[in-house]
């Protein structure tokens, strides 16, 4: 929901989700990372197999 929403209206607009005066703040390559991140984890989350212990 985050990676969608964020990059949607990053296209559309920028100054809505991340105004040009943060880049002086927050580099623009490091919003990049933030915020793809969580796709990159969901998509791992969904991808690996998880082995969990048996209960005794």
């Known amino acids: 929901m985050v990676f969608t929403t964020f990059w949607a209206i990053f296209l559309i607009d920028r100054e809505l989700v991340y105004p040009a ?9 490091m919003n990049h990372v933030m915020h793809t991140s969580i796709l990159i984890t969901v998509v791992e989350l969904f991808c690996t197999k998880h082995l969990y212990p048996r209960r005794v």
């Open 21 to 29: 005066h943060l880049d002086k703040i927050i580099p623009v390559w």
